[in-house]
């Protein structure tokens, strides 16, 4: 049984599959690009090396055996593996093909990705993204579980199991009520944000803790806002400012051309600004197209954030 695995190669399966479609000799051997004589003897050889019949030859038609019918059914299997095989190999080596699935924060997706999509979409057309949209905790248990490739998020990204790489730096504006007394002042500092109703995000997004930093409050911090609310989205805590219900600081890739009317955008008196980056599993083994991945998205950025080398 050995030997006849060994002598058997994909180009008389090539064949046999073929003869089986067009069940005529002439057809396959059109099909499969050789002549016809040549198509007849490795059929021929291929029949003596199993010492089976796979058709039946007569003057009128050429018909498939039971058992040639289930042989060729595994050829065809076994012919779609080894493309399989060709196709994956070709995709190692090649840049940025196939699937690649990414995980983003959501106070960064809806902001970033129509800015880099474009690009990437003409730059690597063979790449199928596939994007995760969640908070940071949830996004680097899905790298150690292998179910995302890698994610873009705030750094820094504390896991030693982690590689990370710095993208850019995104400042943080003030957005407050019109007629907000803040909306007048003449600069804005630590203090003015400490003793003013601050709206954040729901515990778990890191955009909440971020905004703690940037007001000297202690990540965790029960922060008194005169409310009860809590929003999950950035498009809430946007219309609720609008509404006068409090204050807020935004990353500058979510503010829009509309924002400055329907609320106060100041900058701050002080640096403040969040470091975003891509992670990745150390063990991950197609680093060098994460690095291209990030290369093209350093080239694509609006101007509002500072990029990192």
Known sequence: MLSIVLTMTLRELQYLVALADHAHFGRAAEACHVSQPTL???????????????FERTNKALKVTPLGAEIVERARQMLASADAIVTLAREDMDPLTGPLRLGIIPSLSPYLLPWFLPPLQAAYPNLQLIVH????????????????????????????????????????????PNGHPLASASEINLHDLQRSDLLLL??????????????????????EDGTDFRATSLETIRQMVAAGMGITLLPVLALGARDEEAFTVRALAHDASRRMGLVWRKTYAKKPDLERLAGLLRENLPTSVTRVE
């Open 133 to 176: 949209e969640d908070l940071t905790d949830n996004l680097t248990d899905a790298l150690r579980q292998h179910r995302i490739d890698a994610a873009l998020i705030a750094l820094p990204a504390a896991d030693d199991d982690l590689e990370s790489m710095a993208l850019f730096d995104e400042p943080f504006r003030l957005a407050c």
């Open 202 to 223: 729901t515990d778990g997004h890191c955009l909440r803790d971020q905004a703690l930093d940037v007001c000297g409050f202690a990540r965790g911090a029960a922060v």
């Open 40 to 54: 007849s003897t490795q059929l021929k050889k291929l029949e003596d090396s199993l010492g089976a019949t796979l």
